[in-house]
C-alpha cells in the first residue's frame, strides 16, 4: 500500500490517499464543496487541506475507498 498523507496545520485534519487504489475516477474532486482535491498525475491530491469543512463527502463518492479522513 502506497498512501499519501496530507494533515492540516491548523484544523488537526488528516486525509490519507491509497494511491494505488485511486484510480483517478475524479469523483472526489468534483463532490468536494470547498475544492480540496485535485487530480495530479491521475491521483488525487488534498492540494487545500485546510479549506476542508470535514463533510466526509470525499470518502463517500470514492468508489475504490481509496480515501480515509480522520473526520469520518
Given at each position: 500500500?502506497?498512501?499519501k498523507?496530507?494533515?492540516?496545520?491548523?484544523?488537526?485534519?488528516?486525509?490519507?490517499?491509497?494511491?494505488?487504489?485511486?484510480?483517478g475516477?475524479?469523483?472526489?474532486?468534483?463532490?468536494?464543496?470547498?475544492?480540496?482535491?485535485?487530480?495530479?498525475?491521475?491521483?488525487?491530491?488534498?492540494?487545500?487541506?485546510?479549506?476542508?469543512?470535514?463533510?466526509?463527502?470525499?470518502?463517500?463518492?470514492?468508489?475504490?475507498?481509496?480515501?480515509?479522513?480522520?473526520?469520518?
Amino acid at each position: 500500500m502506497v498512501t499519501k498523507s496530507y494533515e492540516s496545520q491548523t484544523k488537526g485534519v488528516k486525509i490519507d490517499v491509497d494511491q494505488e487504489l485511486c484510480k483517478g475516477l475524479n469523483d472526489c474532486v468534483e463532490v468536494c464543496p470547498v475544492d480540496v482535491f485535485d487530480l495530479i498525475d491521475g491521483k488525487a491530491v488534498a492540494s487545500r487541506i485546510d479549506d476542508c469543512i470535514e463533510c466526509c463527502q470525499c470518502v463517500d463518492a470514492c468508489p475504490e475507498g481509496a480515501i480515509k479522513h480522520s473526520s469520518c
